[in-house]
């Protein structure tokens, strides 16, 4: 009888122990919250951009932004750009003197290097109107030359031209499909450089958003 009530007791004891497994496992397990996407981190870089009115151009050249930098023996920076966003690519030393860019403000097609403009994604007069014209000469420069965020890109002259130092309430690339990318580079840079935009030009960066 001993021997039989010790079985009994072991079978209710596995018993019960995969009863409570089973109920472990059935427990609603808890989802991670999701992580941001990048829309939403360039939507709240864009909402901590400080607003303010375009400031004044007095005192306002590009030669108080030194650009472009030595990069190598008779090569600088518009070199390096040059390089990073075309193909097949052909040099003269370090110079660029071949390759293929496609321009993404116009969808432009281009094969001569001296078709293709490096566009300052924040113009150096807008910088200066939203807070650069309290930098120093180093600190424009370093802003000039900035190959570490989205400011300099590789486009036609044509497009770039017609740019000028105007923000995104006043100009948007012709080519629709970069208008995401093209403020979240805005917004990016702005933020990283602690520049501030106008109510004007916000309003228009937050629309373009809204195609990303």
Same mark, same amino acid.
């Given at each position: 009888?001993?021997?039989?009530? $010790?079985?009994?007791?072991?079978?209710?004891? %596995?018993?019960?122990? $995969?009863? +409570?497994?089973?109920?472990?496992?059935?427990?609603? %397990?808890? !989802?991670?919250?999701?992580?941001?996407?990048?829309?939403?981190?360039?939507?709240?870089?864009?909402?901590?951009?400080?607003? +303010?009115?375009?400031?004044?151009?007095?005192?306002?050249?590009?030669?108080?932004?030194? =650009?472009?930098? /030595?990069?190598?023996?008779?090569?600088?920076?518009?070199?390096?750009?040059?390089?990073?966003?075309?193909?097949? &690519?052909?040099?003269?030393?370090?110079?660029?003197?071949?390759?293929?860019? #496609? #321009?993404?403000? *116009?969808?432009?097609?281009?094969?001569?290097? #001296?078709?293709?403009? &490096?566009? =300052?994604?924040?113009? $150096?007069?807008?910088?200066?109107?939203?807070?650069?014209?309290?930098?120093?000469? *180093?600190?424009?420069?370093?802003?000039?030359?900035?190959? *570490?965020?989205?400011?300099?890109?590789?486009?036609?002259?044509? !497009? /770039?031209?017609?740019?000028?130092?105007?923000?995104?309430?006043?100009?948007?690339? !012709?080519?629709? *499909?970069?208008?995401?990318?093209?403020?979240?580079?805005? &917004?990016? %840079?702005? =933020?990283?450089?602690?520049?501030?935009?106008?109510?004007?030009?916000? +309003?228009?960066?937050?629309?373009?958003?809204? !195609?990303?």
């Amino acid at each position: 009888m001993r021997t039989r009530s $010790l079985a009994r007791s072991g079978t209710a004891a %596995v018993l019960a122990g $995969l009863l +409570a497994a089973g109920a472990a496992a059935c427990a609603p %397990v808890e !989802s991670p919250a999701p992580e941001p996407t990048g829309s939403a981190d360039t939507q709240a870089q864009l909402d901590r951009l400080t607003v +303010a009115g375009a400031g004044s151009m007095r005192g306002y050249s590009r030669e108080r932004f030194p =650009h472009w930098r /030595n990069a190598g023996k008779n090569c600088d920076v518009r070199d390096t750009v040059l390089q990073r966003d075309g193909t097949g &690519i052909k040099l003269s030393g370090c110079n660029v003197v071949g390759g293929r860019w #496609s #321009s993404r403000y *116009d969808k432009r097609t281009l094969t001569d290097p #001296s078709d293709v403009d &490096i566009d =300052h994604m924040v113009p $150096l007069a807008n910088a200066w109107r939203s807070g650069a014209d309290e930098w120093d000469d *180093d600190k424009r420069s370093e802003f000039a030359n900035d190959l *570490d965020r989205p400011q300099l890109v590789a486009v036609s002259a044509s !497009s /770039n031209r017609a740019k000028g130092d105007q923000d995104p309430s006043q100009w948007k690339p !012709s080519n629709r *499909d970069d208008w995401c990318q093209y403020a979240e580079d805005w &917004i990016a %840079v702005k =933020h990283y450089w602690r520049l501030s935009v106008t109510s004007g030009e916000k +309003a228009a960066l937050d629309d373009m958003l809204g !195609s990303c």
